[in-house]
């Protein structure tokens, strides 16, 4: 499939034990906090870094409630929750995902009516993608320049077949970012 659709990484969400403190311990090193908000019907609390002007942000999500994430948490622990990934051809994108046995996330439906949202799971794979629909996507400085997600080997091609600039599969056991050209492992931050 000849994918030409416009697409980037809108933000990699991670769950940490605090968005408080790892909020503050990241303020420390130098980076820009935005305001916490805190959303019931999910049960977390959620604070962003880095700049909105930019693309590609950190958001922190800290279980508070009963809800999807305190199921990913029980699931999986802390850490990479999911890479949310904006389109400007949903239908295509889609296809694509599909292609690469990404399968849509039960609950998802009721995501996508209200937000123009859809959550993806692959069996194997830790990391959900969240797929956003946007007319324009921004284009310009990437806060987190790439995302080094841990994948099997015999389950690299659904991250590497995704096509996104910065979104590649990690060479050992732990996924990372790159933030001001300093490689960051997901872990540290959870530690914060």
């Not at 590609?56 to 009963?66: E, F, N, P």
């Not at 806060?143 to 590649?168: A, M, P, Q, T, Y």
Request: net charge negative; proline share 2%.
């Amino acid at each position: 499939m000849g994918c030409g659709v416009n697409s980037d990484i809108d933000r990699v969400s991670i769950l940490v034990k605090s968005v408080d403190t790892t909020a503050l311990n990241l303020k420390a090193n130098g980076f820009i906090i935005g305001d916490k908000e805190t959303f019931k019907d999910v049960g977390t609390e959620e604070i962003y870094i880095g700049s909105y002007e930019k693309t590609a942000l950190l958001l922190l999500q800290g279980v508070i409630g009963d809800g999807p994430y305190k199921k990913a948490l029980i699931k999986r622990g802390y850490g990479l929750h999911h890479i949310a990934i904006c389109t400007d051809d949903f239908e295509e994108y889609n296809e694509k995902l599909s292609n690469l046995g990404w399968y849509i996330h039960p609950n998802s439906m009721k995501k996508y009516y209200h937000n123009k949202a859809m959550f993806y799971i692959k069996p194997g794979v830790k990391t959900i993608i969240e797929l956003l629909i946007k007319n324009e996507l921004m284009d310009g400085e990437r806060f987190i320049e790439e995302v080094i997600v841990n994948v099997d080997k015999r389950l690299e091609n659904c991250i590497n077949g995704l096509g996104i600039k910065g979104l590649k599969c990690s060479t050992d056991k732990e996924s990372y970012f790159i933030i001001n050209n300093t490689k960051i492992a997901i872990s540290e931050i959870v530690q914060m």
